[in-house]
Each structure stands twice: as structure tokens, then as C-alpha cells.
């Protein structure tokens, strides 16, 4: 008997590997480090930010970027009920981090142009190998 090996490499591995490294790069870009991070690799994929200040019109909530693979980057507050979303950065799946943090900025300077309230529809969550070329950027 024959067994046919796929030498090729782990989708799921060099999917979540690639996300790790781009929450990173975004994490970095808004001032955080991988402590206020979490992800999961998961169908369909997460990932979170904590972020270390609160947004004038919130001062008594918590402020965080959360990311998924179908509707991408928002901005959310959290209280003792939840998350609630602000707005969604909208465009692209995996933008470029640079992106992300001119969202927030805009975000934290009140601009009404910032994002979109509504959910967009990026993708369908799974088939994690194609974002594997936008990860790897």
C-alpha cells in the first residue's frame, strides 16, 4: 500500500502564523503590544486588540479593535454587557495596518467619515488560503 504525502505546507499553520504576524503589525501600529491581543485562527477567524485609552464621547468604556475574516477591521466599546461596535473600517479584509491606525485616529478625533456603521460583507468565513498571499505582505 502507497500513501500519497502533500509536502507542501500547512494552510492552517502558516494562516494562523500569518495572522499572528499581522495583528501584530497593527497592534504595534496603535501604540499596544501582543499582551493586549488575542486570536483565533478558527473558522471563522478572530482577533482582538485591547487598546490603553477610551474615546471622548465613552470615557467610561473600554475601547478595542476587533477583526474578523468576513466583515474585517471595527471599533468597538465595551461595558459589563459586551462589545458594542462603533463602526467598521470597511474596504478590504486584511488592509494595510497603516489603514487601521487612520481609522482610529479619525475615530478618536470625532470624525463622522470614519468607517461605516454598517457591517460590510468581505468574505465568507474558511477557505484560509486565500488570504495567505495578503498575510504574507
Not at 474585517?72 to 454587557?81: L, P, R, Y
Not at 470597511?90 to 468607517?115: I, K, M, N, Y
Amino acid at each position: 500500500m502507497s500513501i500519497l504525502i502533500d509536502f507542501g505546507r500547512d494552510t492552517e499553520f502558516s494562516f494562523e502564523r500569518g495572522l499572528r504576524g499581522y495583528v501584530a503589525a497593527v497592534a504595534r501600529g496603535v501604540g499596544v503590544g501582543l499582551e493586549s491581543c488575542t486570536l483565533d485562527a478558527g473558522t471563522p477567524a478572530v482577533a482582538y486588540i485591547a487598546l490603553d485609552w477610551r474615546l471622548s464621547r465613552f470615557p467610561d468604556h473600554d475601547l478595542a479593535l476587533v477583526w474578523d475574516e468576513t466583515h474585517g477591521w471595527a471599533a468597538a466599546v465595551e461595558d459589563a454587557d459586551g462589545a458594542t461596535v462603533l463602526s467598521y473600517l470597511g474596504g478590504e479584509v486584511l488592509p494595510e495596518p497603516r489603514a487601521v491606525v487612520r481609522f482610529l485616529a479619525a475615530l478618536r478625533a470625532d470624525d463622522p467619515e470614519a468607517g461605516t456603521l454598517e457591517a460590510p460583507a468581505l468574505r465568507a468565513p474558511g477557505a484560509h488560503e486565500e488570504l495567505l498571499g495578503a498575510l504574507g505582505r
